[in-house]
T-cell receptor, first 107, second 113 residues
C-alpha cells in the first residue's frame, strides 16, 4: 500500500537530548513537509523539502534540523535547542497527504 | 501574509442537526482548498479538497464544501450529523507553487447523542 510511515508513534526524551523522528513515503512525491501540532494552535510548518538534497525553513524552524538524502525519507531532528519540544509532529508528502504522527514528550 | 480563519472554535450539536463550519482565507490568486478531520486520538484524515472545476465538492462521510471565490470562503457542510462526527475539523489552503499548507486553528465539534 502506498503511504507515509512515521515512527515511532510515541517518543520520550530527556531534556538536553537530541531525538530524530522518522518519515518515509512510497508515494514517489518530490515534496515533503514537517508540521508541529499544539492544542489550540493548529498546525505550524517546521521545514519542507521540494526535492532531494534541498530543504527550506518553515515558520518555526528554530531548534530543529532535517536532511533529505533520499526521495523517500525526510527525518526530523529535535535538538536540545528547541525550548518546548513536547508536541505532536506530523509529516506530509505531496502537499496534503499526512502520516499518522509522532507524539514527543520531554520528561 | 496568507492566512486562514475558522470562525467557530467550538460547536455543539445534537444528532441529526445540520452542520456548517466557516472557513475564509486571504490570498488573491489561485488556491487549493482542503478540509481535514481529526478524530479523538487519531491522525489527520482528508475529508475533501478543491483544486478546480465544480465549486461544490463532495467528500467522505457525507460532507461537502462550497468554494465561493468572491467571498474567499470554503465552508464545510453536512445535512445531518452523527455522534461519530465528534472531532476536530481543520481548513487549510495551499497557495503558490511550493505546496505549503496554511492552516486554520481548527473547530472542535461535539455531537450529543
Amino acid at each position: 500500500d502506498g503511504g507515509i510511515t512515521q515512527s515511532p508513534k510515541y517518543l520520550f526524551r530527556k531534556e538536553g537530548q537530541n531525538v530524530t523522528l522518522s518519515c518515509e513515503q512510497n508515494l514517489n512525491h518530490d515534496a515533503m513537509y514537517w508540521y508541529r501540532q499544539d492544542p489550540g494552535q493548529g498546525l505550524r510548518l517546521i521545514y519542507y523539502s521540494q526535492i532531494v538534497n534541498d530543504f527550506q525553513k518553515g515558520d518555526i524552524a528554530e531548534g530543529y534540523s532535517v536532511s533529505r538524502e533520499k526521495k523517500e525519507s525526510f527525518p526530523l531532528t529535535v535538538t536540545s535547542a528547541q525550548k518546548n519540544p513536547t508536541a505532536f509532529y506530523l509529516c506530509a508528502s505531496g502537499g496534503y497527504t499526512f502520516g499518522s504522527g509522532t507524539r514527543l514528550t520531554v520528561v | 501574509a496568507q492566512s486562514v480563519s475558522q470562525h467557530n472554535h467550538h460547536v455543539i450539536l445534537s444528532e441529526a442537526a445540520s452542520l456548517e463550519l466557516g472557513c475564509n482565507y486571504s490570498y488573491g490568486g489561485t488556491v487549493n482548498l482542503f478540509w481535514y478531520v481529526q478524530y479523538p486520538g487519531q491522525h489527520l484524515q482528508l475529508l475533501l479538497k478543491y483544486f478546480s472545476g465544480d465549486p461544490l465538492v463532495k467528500g467522505i462521510k457525507g460532507f461537502e464544501a462550497e468554494f465561493i471565490k468572491s467571498k474567499f470562503s470554503f465552508n464545510l457542510r453536512k445535512p445531518s450529523v452523527q455522534w461519530s462526527d465528534t472531532a476536530e475539523y481543520f481548513c487549510a489552503v495551499n497557495a503558490g507553487n511550493n505546496r505549503k499548507l496554511i492552516w486554520g486553528l481548527g473547530t472542535s465539534l461535539a455531537v450529543n447523542p
